[in-house]
């Protein structure tokens, strides 16, 4: 009943830039928070950033002053903007979104991407 749908992964030079984008779709009456997780090879997956509906954001320690998370509420639509990558931001990138569906009975969801490759190389 939801999907999301990510893009913009890739290969890049350290000190390079990607955006990614995910877009949500289906039966959704609302969507509260929208974040972007990752999990690299061996590791547990880890919250990278979060935006909520009104604009608040939050931040991994690791990626502060280097990624913006941003949305478009109109569009379903959350982006993570990454600049001066490090070959430790190399992951898999998954979207989440957390949010209510427009269909009885109108239950809550917490739905993910199916992940978007980012590998630095240095």
């Known amino acids: 009943q939801v999907q999301l749908v990510e893009s913009g992964g890739g290969l890049v030079q350290a000190g390079g830039s990607l955006r990614l984008s995910c877009a949500a779709s289906g039966s959704i009456f609302s969507i509260n928070t929208m974040g972007w997780y990752r999990q690299a090879p061996g590791k547990q997956r880890e919250l990278v950033a979060g935006?909520?509906?009104?604009?608040?954001?939050n931040y991994a320690d690791s990626v502060k002053d280097r990624f913006t998370i941003s949305r478009d509420n109109a569009k379903n639509t959350v982006y993570l903007q990454m600049n001066s990558l490090k070959p430790e931001d190399t992951a898999v990138y998954y979207c989440?979104?957390?949010?209510?569906?427009?269909?009885?009975?109108?239950?809550?969801?917490?739905?993910w991407g199916q992940g978007t490759q980012v590998t630095v190389s240095s």
């Open positions: 935006i909520t509906y009104r604009g608040s954001t």
């Open positions: 989440n979104a957390l949010g209510r569906l427009s269909t009885y009975p109108f239950k809550d969801f917490n739905h």
